[in-house]
């Protein structure tokens, strides 16, 4: 074992075990992730991409193995302490707050911020990435088409500067054109220096935007390797890419 | 006489509406109906009492300690009668809730006795009279104290970075935590603010009656519980709505049909509403069985 970060690496995820009660969510799983890169982690439905991501946030007390993040272990912090340490999540589902406008929504964003000004500027940041926000700002977010609350629930992620991203199936129930412009917004917090993990069923997409790639089965990893590597994996092409866009 | 009865149910149901507040903003983030609640509005009245008896303190200052006291107690509480049981099944929290309602009441009947205290002060005795109405220096205090404690707190709650972080801890614990909100601490807070407001209340019923006795939580938890339920449990500007239109309604339903019903008048809007809309007026269409 070594002390510090393995050179490069801003999560490592060691021989994580989740269990509700007597089900078994994640079996043995480990996952790293480089500074910068996006990492798609795709799965079908149950296999436990979701449970994964809620143990990275810390949202999931019953937890074993060990999750590192830029050298430190987080594994039982609180989920609190980890957005302030730079990991902010999107939820499945989005998790906007629905009576909050869109503002307060992004601006809750922030909240492990103390920087005003900075903040503000933000805020006009996430309206240029997001044009939509900007009209909408004063509208309850429940309101809004999905496709908008995902950009919001993006945006609102991207308020508190983090340094990794892990976003759950952000194309879920999205018409393909929306799906284009997140992906395109994805692609682009990436370029400006987020690393990114992408959990989605869609895998066709996931791949084409991410560096790497592990696919995921009843609890563990069955396949990783690039991007490429996974597309023209033969099992990632049959269960995967066949049945998918 | 109208118009009197009206300043009458008013006046009952600021209070109801400030207790009533307590009661929605823990179901508005635990999900569980803190039935101590009532008891803590007796714990706040007695503690009023006391910090006015025992060391002489001006009424205001007795407002100020007690409500402080009294905030620090609701804080407690969640943090030993509830926050162990979070995992729980929902019935647990609520028998956990009993326990402690019955140990405030034991608390107060070995402290202070069974009997009703008297209010140690000379102050809402005075009344003036506008027209044909009546209001009492007592009645003024409790009309102007509760707006402004519910002014204030729907500030604090649509405008202030804490308020809004409340809020959405409400809509979502998770979701507030993926914020980086401590949400824990805004349990407590919901407790504190909710304790406070108890307190004051109990002060104010305490002078209004002239009265503080150990089981005063009872009907008065009761009535703000039927209170928060009409307006919409889980919301706040439901729960200040619920408390008025219950004590109008009470106040008026006891002077023109009997004063008898006037705890029947208050359980039966709860089954009513329970049946026909358990949202409530300002409530959201999901809501869970409690
Ligand atoms: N809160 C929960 N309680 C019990 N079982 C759960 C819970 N959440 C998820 N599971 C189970 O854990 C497994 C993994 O779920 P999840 O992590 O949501 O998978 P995915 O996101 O890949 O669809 C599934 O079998 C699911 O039924
Ligand atoms: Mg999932």
Redesign the interface.
Same mark, same amino acid.
């Given at each position: 074992m070594t002390d510090g970060a393995s050179k490069g690496k801003i999560l490592e995820i060691d021989g994580l075990q989740v269990s509700y009660g007597a089900v078994q969510a994640v079996k043995q799983l480990n996952l790293d992730i480089g500074a910068g890169e996006i990492v798609a982690l795709i799965g079908t439905n149950g296999s436990g991409k979701t449970t994964t991501l809620r143990s990275i946030s810390g949202l999931v007390a019953n937890t074993r193995g060990r999750i590192r993040f830029a050298g430190a272990d987080i594994t039982k912090l609180a989920p609190h302490r980890i957005v302030g340490l730079g990991i902010s999540q999107v939820p499945e589902g989005r998790g906007i707050f629905p009576d909050l406008t869109v503002l307060e929504n992004l601006r809750l964003g922030a909240y492990v911020r103390r920087d005003k000004a900075e903040i503000e500027a933000d805020i006009r940041r996430m309206y240029r990435l997001f044009p939509r926000l900007e009209e909408r700002k004063k509208q309850a977010a429940g309101t809004m088409s999905g496709g908008e609350q995902q950009m919001l629930a993006i945006a609102r992620a991207l308020m508190a500067r983090p340094k990794l991203l892990l976003l759950d199936e952000p194309s879920m129930g999205l018409a393909p054109l929306v799906v284009k412009e997140i992906y395109a917004a994805i692609r682009q917090i990436n370029q400006d220096g987020v690393s990114v993990l992408l959990v989605e069923q869609n895998a066709k997409m996931a791949l084409g935007a991410a560096h790497r790639g592990y696919v995921m089965e009843t609890g563990r990893i069955v396949v990783q390797g690039t991007a490429a590597e996974l597309k023209s994996n033969d099992v990632v092409k049959s269960v995967y890419l066949g049945s998918t866009v | 006489m109208l118009l009197q009865q009206l300043t009458n149910g008013l006046t009952i149901g600021m209070i109801y509406a400030l207790i009533a507040l307590g009661y929605t903003m823990v179901y508005g983030i635990l999900k569980i109906v803190n039935f101590a609640h009532g008891d803590i509005f007796m714990i706040g009245s007695f503690l009023g009492l006391f910090f006015m008896q025992e060391f002489r303190l001006p009424l205001y200052l007795a407002f100020l300690l007690a409500a402080a006291a009294t905030a620090i107690i609701g804080i407690l509480i969640e943090r030993l009668a509830y926050r162990p049981l979070r =995992?729980a099944d929902r019935i647990v929290p609520l028998i956990s809730a009993l326990g402690v309602s019955t140990l405030l009441v034991s608390l107060a009947q070995k402290l202070w006795g069974t009997e009703m205290h008297p209010f140690p002060t000379a102050f809402g005795s005075r009344t003036y009279t506008f027209g044909n109405v009546t209001f009492s220096e007592i009645q003024i205090l409790i009309l102007v104290l509760s707006f402004v404690l519910m002014l204030a707190l729907q500030l604090f709650v649509t405008r202030t970075?804490t308020g $809004? !972080?409340m809020? !959405?801890t409400s =809509?979502?614990l998770?979701? !507030?935590?993926? =914020?980086? $909100?401590?949400?824990n601490r805004m349990i407590s807070l919901a407790f504190a603010i909710g304790s406070a407001l108890a307190s004051c209340a109990g002060i104010m019923v305490g002078i209004y009656y002239n009265a503080v006795y150990p089981t005063m939580g009872y009907m008065a938890g009761i009535n703000a519980f039927t209170a928060a339920v009409l307006g919409g449990i889980g919301n706040i500007p439901g729960a200040m709505l619920g408390g008025v239109l219950l004590g109008l309604v009470e106040t008026l339903g006891g002077a023109y049909i009997s004063t008898q019903y006037k705890s029947v008048i208050s359980f039966s809007i709860l089954i009513i509403v329970l049946l026909v809309k358990p949202s409530g007026i300002l409530g959201s269409k999901e809501i869970n069985k409690v």
């Amino acid at each position: 074992m070594t002390d510090g970060a393995s050179k490069g690496k801003i999560l490592e995820i060691d021989g994580l075990q989740v269990s509700y009660g007597a089900v078994q969510a994640v079996k043995q799983l480990n996952l790293d992730i480089g500074a910068g890169e996006i990492v798609a982690l795709i799965g079908t439905n149950g296999s436990g991409k979701t449970t994964t991501l809620r143990s990275i946030s810390g949202l999931v007390a019953n937890t074993r193995g060990r999750i590192r993040f830029a050298g430190a272990d987080i594994t039982k912090l609180a989920p609190h302490r980890i957005v302030g340490l730079g990991i902010s999540q999107v939820p499945e589902g989005r998790g906007i707050f629905p009576d909050l406008t869109v503002l307060e929504n992004l601006r809750l964003g922030a909240y492990v911020r103390r920087d005003k000004a900075e903040i503000e500027a933000d805020i006009r940041r996430m309206y240029r990435l997001f044009p939509r926000l900007e009209e909408r700002k004063k509208q309850a977010a429940g309101t809004m088409s999905g496709g908008e609350q995902q950009m919001l629930a993006i945006a609102r992620a991207l308020m508190a500067r983090p340094k990794l991203l892990l976003l759950d199936e952000p194309s879920m129930g999205l018409a393909p054109l929306v799906v284009k412009e997140i992906y395109a917004a994805i692609r682009q917090i990436n370029q400006d220096g987020v690393s990114v993990l992408l959990v989605e069923q869609n895998a066709k997409m996931a791949l084409g935007a991410a560096h790497r790639g592990y696919v995921m089965e009843t609890g563990r990893i069955v396949v990783q390797g690039t991007a490429a590597e996974l597309k023209s994996n033969d099992v990632v092409k049959s269960v995967y890419l066949g049945s998918t866009v | 006489m109208l118009l009197q009865q009206l300043t009458n149910g008013l006046t009952i149901g600021m209070i109801y509406a400030l207790i009533a507040l307590g009661y929605t903003m823990v179901y508005g983030i635990l999900k569980i109906v803190n039935f101590a609640h009532g008891d803590i509005f007796m714990i706040g009245s007695f503690l009023g009492l006391f910090f006015m008896q025992e060391f002489r303190l001006p009424l205001y200052l007795a407002f100020l300690l007690a409500a402080a006291a009294t905030a620090i107690i609701g804080i407690l509480i969640e943090r030993l009668a509830y926050r162990p049981l979070r =995992m729980a099944d929902r019935i647990v929290p609520l028998i956990s809730a009993l326990g402690v309602s019955t140990l405030l009441v034991s608390l107060a009947q070995k402290l202070w006795g069974t009997e009703m205290h008297p209010f140690p002060t000379a102050f809402g005795s005075r009344t003036y009279t506008f027209g044909n109405v009546t209001f009492s220096e007592i009645q003024i205090l409790i009309l102007v104290l509760s707006f402004v404690l519910m002014l204030a707190l729907q500030l604090f709650v649509t405008r202030t970075k804490t308020g $809004i !972080a409340m809020r !959405a801890t409400s =809509m979502s614990l998770t979701h !507030a935590a993926l =914020m980086g $909100i401590n949400t824990n601490r805004m349990i407590s807070l919901a407790f504190a603010i909710g304790s406070a407001l108890a307190s004051c209340a109990g002060i104010m019923v305490g002078i209004y009656y002239n009265a503080v006795y150990p089981t005063m939580g009872y009907m008065a938890g009761i009535n703000a519980f039927t209170a928060a339920v009409l307006g919409g449990i889980g919301n706040i500007p439901g729960a200040m709505l619920g408390g008025v239109l219950l004590g109008l309604v009470e106040t008026l339903g006891g002077a023109y049909i009997s004063t008898q019903y006037k705890s029947v008048i208050s359980f039966s809007i709860l089954i009513i509403v329970l049946l026909v809309k358990p949202s409530g007026i300002l409530g959201s269409k999901e809501i869970n069985k409690v």
